[in-house]
């Protein structure tokens, strides 16, 4: 789910607990008082509607604070695909890496991909593996740059270039990394992620692929 989405979603059962937590203070109050239109029955269920509304943000918001969205993760919202699908090959990718065996985990990943080609946050798991797991970084840098022509939200766009920056300069690239951090500075100078890039450039010049930037957002 895109952020936009689920922005509005969480305004709308906002909004929907609000309402229902308002009628059930209102039809208290005249049960209390006694007025003659007051009804027990609506009273529970406001309430009963209001706990539901209010269940599910908690579910939704445990999903999105969820260890798996950890630190390392970059199982960005990416656009594109569909999640429940990708979620599962993941998995399954993910009980390959750990179980030691990162390349059978891409090579699952890129059949999949192969299939599902609008599947990006496959794209940013294989290079993930890439970059941590097996250390190749130039393949790692190869899938970023595959990543980045496509269509992403800006942020996400953002912290996948400075993934690649990063890698950039361990494959001493420092051209290509100053170039992609400078084009980040410029189309999307508004993101967290380009705040970000120009922080560490202030505090190391222009050596870009510096040890300090993070590693996800």
């Known amino acids: ?3 936009t989405a689920k922005i509005l979603v969480y305004t709308g059962l906002s909004l929907c607990a609000v309402v229902f937590a308002c009628y059930f203070g209102v039809d208290l109050n005249q049960l209390l008082h006694h007025a003659p239109d007051a009804s027990k029955v609506r009273m529970i269920a406001s309430l009963a509607a209001f706990v539901a509304v ?15 969205r950890g630190k390392r993760s970059e199982l960005w919202d ?68 595959e990543l980045l022509k496509r ?14 920056a990063k890698l ?10 100053v170039e992609l951090l400078e084009r980040l500075d410029t189309k999307y100078g508004h993101t967290v992620a380009a705040r970000r890039a120009r922080k560490v450039r202030e505090q190391h010049g222009d050596e870009a692929g510096d040890e300090s930037t993070t590693d996800s957002p």
């Open 151 to 164: 269509k992403l939200p800006d942020e996400d766009w953002g912290w996948a270039a400075l993934h690649l």
């Open 54 to 68: 209010a269940a599910v943000l908690v579910l939704l918001g445990f999903n999105d604070l969820s260890p798996g």
């Open 78 to 145: 990416l656009e594109g695909g569909d999640p429940a699908v990708s979620a599962a090959e993941l998995e399954a990718a993910e009980a390959l890496r750990k179980g030691g065996d990162p390349l059978e985990a891409i090579r699952s990943l890129r059949d999949f991909l192969e299939k599902h080609p609008g599947e990006l946050e496959i794209m940013s798991r294989i290079a993930e593996i890439y970059n941590y797991d097996l250390k190749n970084y130039l393949a790692a840098a190869l899938e970023y740059e």
């Open 1 to 3: 789910m895109s952020r």
């Open 168 to 177: 950039y300069g361990r494959l001493n690239q420092p051209d290509k990394a």
